[in-house]
């Protein structure tokens, strides 16, 4: 227990550490060859006597599992151990099947990492303690039938590869964790070494919230927030538990160390266990399986498989395709994302790279957020050129900009081309002078109070007779020349 003296709230810093877990896209278990595709698998159908923690059975290394843990390591600049190895870490639970988890402890994959992040437009770097592997543990399935509460074991999950990725305790605030937790959630996926879920579990954090005096380095008892599953629980949760522990020091009271789970629907954290002394795992060496001695050669070819990462590509977005940093920070969001965009721009060099970023960003973007689909789908709906072809013929005035929408989203339902689209719907801008006079015409003799508005001075009448002239076109009016058609005509009255 730490007793402490009342200070004022205003008066503590805020430290943060995150421990985040990913399970790693392979095809089998981190020690056996089981299927890791356990999501929609019959429970325990993906066993065997490894997993199921039998005595006497003898685990093999995943190498594809450390290649990607090493990926990982680089990508978040760490030093790559000479020498690595798996320790047990020994603790009872109901879903831990051999009473101890094979994990990595005191020689980790990668060592000594760091990470940058950007809040308020500031840059901040997040030290990366280690990457270490390890395996997941089974599921437990609680049930509650006519008040006979019971729980059940699924295998399939144990033996899944992990890959802990723990930071410094760098961050002084919700929103800086946060930022750090997006910005690796995107390599990881850039990466492709894991799907990073949060709601399938694929991606899970827990995080270390401490507070001090300001200007001190007295932490005071650190508390362990768990069950956060998306990016806004963690900020919540911790935003909660910084003010939490603020107000309790304020009052006179003490804090705990202890652990704490997220209560969604409740907006708090809840006292789980009391953590009063560290846990004693028993760390030893897992003797059936032999260390890992990385060559320099097997290195540089796991560096060479790394991708082009989100900041890299994100610099360059700015500098070749010369887009605004808004446009280019949510284009490199996910490699899919920054893939399809850069196939978008390099199948027309007529259409410019931010005419194309605009349709990406704006039109595109409801689409997929209407619909529930992907990029990938998205591209596969619309591919490229079929794209570039339809912002070209918006560029070009052959049909206006909410006409384009129209088209692209029937191009996405269909398959067709834009061109085919427009040409069966009779989409066509009008720019044909004389139909446009006609139709001010219409508009100006069937509005008149508008135009006694215009009269009056008031600029707003000029729009709203637009808006009717291109209501009375179905929106193929170009909407330029009508403006000034509209403006000419009300100007000879």
Same mark, same amino acid.
């Given at each position: 227990?730490?007793?402490?003296?009342?200070?004022?709230?205003?008066?503590?810093?805020?430290?943060?550490?995150?421990?985040? +877990?990913?399970?790693? *896209?392979?095809?089998?278990?981190?020690?056996?060859?089981?299927?890791?595709?356990?999501?929609?698998?019959?429970?325990?159908?993906?066993?065997?006597?490894?997993?199921?923690?039998?005595?006497?059975?003898?685990?093999?290394?995943?190498?594809?599992?450390?290649?990607?843990?090493?990926?990982?390591? &680089?990508?978040?600049?760490?030093?790559?151990?000479?020498?690595?190895?798996?320790? *047990?870490?020994?603790?009872?639970?109901?879903?831990?099947?051999? !009473?101890?988890?094979? %994990?990595?402890?005191?020689?980790?994959?990668?060592?000594?990492?760091?990470?940058?992040?950007?809040?308020?437009?500031?840059?901040?770097?997040?030290?990366? =303690?280690? /990457?270490?592997?390890?395996?997941?543990?089974?599921?437990?399935? +609680?049930?509650?039938?006519?008040?006979? #509460?019971?729980?059940?074991?699924?295998?399939?999950?144990?033996?899944?590869?992990?890959?802990?990725?723990?930071?410094?305790?760098?961050?002084?605030?919700?929103?800086?964790?946060? #930022?750090?937790?997006?910005?690796? +959630?995107?390599?990881?996926?850039?990466?492709?070494?894991?799907?990073?879920?949060?709601?399938?579990?694929?991606?899970?954090?827990?995080?270390?919230?401490?507070? @001090?005096?300001?200007? =001190?380095?007295?932490?005071?008892?650190?508390?362990?927030?768990?069950?956060?599953?998306?990016? *806004?629980?963690?900020?919540?949760?911790?935003?909660?538990?910084?003010?939490?522990?603020?107000?309790? $020091?304020? &009052?006179?009271?003490?804090? #705990?160390?202890?652990?704490?789970?997220?209560?969604?629907?409740?907006?708090?954290? /809840?006292?789980? @266990?009391?953590?009063?002394?560290?846990?004693?795992?028993?760390?030893?060496?897992?003797?059936?399986?032999?260390?890992?001695?990385?060559?320099?050669?097997?290195?540089?070819?796991?560096?060479?498989?790394?991708?082009?990462?989100?900041?890299? *590509?994100?610099?360059?977005?700015?500098? &070749?395709?010369?887009?605004? /940093?808004?446009?280019?920070?949510?284009?490199?969001?996910?490699?899919?994302?920054?893939?399809?965009?850069?196939?978008?721009?390099?199948?027309?060099?007529?259409?410019?790279?931010?005419?194309? %970023?605009?349709?990406?960003?704006?039109?595109?973007?409801?689409?997929?957020?209407?619909?529930?689909?992907?990029?990938?789908?998205?591209?596969?709906?619309?591919?490229?050129?079929?794209?570039?072809?339809?912002?070209?013929?918006?560029?070009?005035?052959?049909?206006?900009?909410? =006409?384009?929408?129209?088209?692209?989203?029937?191009?996405?339902?269909?398959?067709?081309?834009?061109?085919?689209?427009?040409?069966?719907?009779?989409? !066509?801008?009008?720019?044909?002078?004389?139909?446009?006079?006609?139709?001010?015409?219409?508009?100006?003799?069937?509005?008149?109070?508008? /135009?006694?508005?215009?009269? #009056?001075?008031?600029? &707003?009448?000029?729009?709203?007779?637009?808006?009717?002239?291109?209501?009375?076109?179905?929106?193929?009016?170009?909407?330029?020349?009508?403006?000034?058609?509209?403006?000419?005509?009300?100007?000879? $009255?």
């Amino acid at each position: 227990m730490e007793t402490t003296n009342p200070i004022p709230a205003l008066d503590y810093e805020t430290v943060i550490g995150l421990e985040v +877990h990913a399970q790693l *896209r392979t095809r089998s278990k981190m020690y056996c060859s089981c299927s890791s595709d356990y999501a929609n698998a019959p429970p325990n159908t993906h066993v065997c006597p490894v997993c199921l923690g039998m005595p006497g059975v003898l685990p093999n290394i995943n190498r594809q599992a450390v290649e990607y843990a090493m990926m990982t390591a &680089q990508a978040l600049n760490c030093s790559i151990s000479q020498y690595t190895k798996f320790d *047990r870490k020994n603790y009872p639970y109901p879903d831990l099947m051999k !009473g101890y988890q094979i %994990s990595q402890y005191d020689q980790p994959v990668g060592l000594g990492g760091w990470l940058n992040i950007e809040v308020n437009q500031k840059i901040k770097r997040i030290g990366i =303690t280690r /990457v270490h592997q390890e395996e997941d543990v089974a599921k437990l399935l +609680h049930r509650d039938e006519g008040g006979m #509460a019971y729980s059940l074991v699924d295998v399939n999950r144990s033996g899944v590869p992990l890959m802990e990725i723990v930071s410094e305790p760098d961050m002084r605030s919700a929103e800086e964790a946060r #930022a750090y937790l997006v910005k690796l +959630h995107s390599i990881l996926r850039y990466l492709g070494v894991s799907t990073a879920n949060m709601e399938e579990g694929s991606f899970r954090c827990d995080a270390n919230i401490s507070i @001090r005096p300001r200007g =001190t380095d007295k932490l005071l008892a650190k508390v362990e927030v768990k069950n956060m599953n998306s990016f *806004r629980a963690v900020f919540r949760a911790l935003e909660y538990e910084g003010e939490r522990q603020r107000k309790v $020091l304020s &009052q006179g009271g003490r804090l #705990a160390q202890e652990t704490r789970g997220w209560v969604e629907p409740e907006g708090k954290t /809840v006292s789980q @266990r009391s953590k009063e002394f560290a846990h004693d795992y028993r760390y030893f060496p897992e003797p059936d399986l032999p260390p890992i001695t990385p060559s320099s050669a097997w290195v540089e070819n796991v560096r060479a498989m790394l991708p082009e990462l989100p900041e890299a *590509r994100f610099n360059r977005f700015v500098s &070749q395709f010369g887009l605004p /940093v808004y446009d280019a920070n949510l284009l490199t969001e996910n490699r899919e994302t920054a893939e399809y965009y850069e196939l978008l721009v390099s199948s027309d060099p007529e259409v410019s790279p931010k005419e194309i %970023s605009n349709w990406l960003v704006g039109a595109a973007a409801g689409i997929l957020n209407t619909s529930g689909c992907d990029i990938i789908d998205f591209g596969r709906r619309v591919n490229p050129q079929n794209f570039t072809a339809l912002v070209k013929l918006v560029s070009k005035a052959v049909i206006n900009s909410g =006409t384009g929408k129209v088209v692209l989203e029937e191009m996405f339902d269909s398959g067709k081309t834009a061109q085919t689209i427009i040409n069966e719907k009779g989409l !066509g801008q009008i720019s044909d002078t004389s139909e446009l006079e006609t139709a001010a015409f219409e508009v100006i003799r069937d509005n008149p109070q508008a /135009v006694a508005d215009f009269k #009056a001075g008031k600029a &707003q009448a000029v729009k709203f007779m637009v808006g009717q002239l291109m209501r009375l076109s179905k929106g193929r009016a170009n909407p330029n020349m009508a403006s000034e058609i509209i403006t000419r005509k009300l100007g000879e $009255l």
